[in-house]
């Protein structure tokens, strides 16, 4: 574990970029580093490996002072990925990949397959191998930057705005390789960003800094959202915070029903029978249980419905992966305020009204923040 015990820089100009900072972090699991621009995040990160010094406290590595290790030992039990990923121009992908193996003294051909695993492990195409990096996206260049950092297997990996260079789809996909990355590898990863939508989505705990290199509060996501300590972690976290926290909660708590769903060569009598149920509209789904639409039951054609008529069933979601908040989206976007849920296949296995998934929520916030932390740690990945 990663101790930070009350430290203080202050640059020789007297700036004082991070004070009197404390951070136990956790082995094998992501802690983000937020906060506003200039609050001290790369600072903090770099004296993690010792590239910046603090001038007060102590920073432990598994209970010993990091300065008790020659530096370069330290260094390399810790990957670095840096934004724009930092890649040498004049070396292939495969070398950049291959640089600590070889800086260890592996011989070329051990540190080339090595490199070559890595860059299946990040979801990089083995014909990429031999180009060289302004060949690359921004976001494949970021993926060999990762794949760098992991060549040696080094046990912790620190990462500093790695992923905001490139477009929001493309970041998204970046966010989520690494999750499984961590899932696979269990690296204890200390990540900085000064996206709060990033440190919700990856961070096992966040610490959101404010300027001047102080910490405004230390917690798991989910607390965050919920219980923010000040004003300024409230106002950092930006609006629709009750909806967000939502995320959190596993839509498995849900119960679906199957009385307003017809298929699409339903008899009258079926028509008329699932209609005199509670819903207002049925749910139409095709011979294989996939939704084409909602219909009033006086409207539908016995036998043979025709999809074109069916109102829109909205962003069906994965009932039990997804959570609450994938629910209440689907149903907000439904026009007749239900929600279709499907399984992983996209088959329909209920549907939901606004009204339920309200009550749902009013539970699931009764029930206190660390049921719901826990059930959301699938929710979380998934949407
Ligand atoms: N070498 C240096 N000499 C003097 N001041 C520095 C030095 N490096 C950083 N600073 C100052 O320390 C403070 C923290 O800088 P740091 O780079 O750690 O911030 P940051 O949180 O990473 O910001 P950003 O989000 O913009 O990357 C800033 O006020 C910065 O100007
Ligand atoms: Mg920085």
New binding site residues.
Partial sequence: MIRIDSVTKR???G?V?VDRLSLEIPDRSITVLV?P???????TLRMINRMVEPSEGRILLDGADIREQPVNTLRRSMGYVIQNAGLFQHRTILDNIATVPRLLGWNRQRARARAAELMERVGLDSSLAKRYPYQLSGGQQQRVGVARALAADPPVLLMD?PFSAVDPVVRKGLQEELLRIQDELGKTIVF?T?DIDEAIKLGTMVAVLRTG?RLAQYAPPAELLTAPADDFVEDFLGTDRGIRRLSFFASSALELTTTPIVAVDSTAEQIATRGAGEAPYLLVTDLDGRPLGWGEPGELTAGRIDPGRLLPYGRPFEHGQESLRAALDGAVLSPTGWAVGVDGTGRVVGVVSQQTIGEAIRSAHAEGGDAGATAGTEAKVSG
């Fill in positions: 640059y020789p100009d700036t970029a906060g621009s200039g609050c001290g995040k790369t600072t705005e900085v000064h290199g």
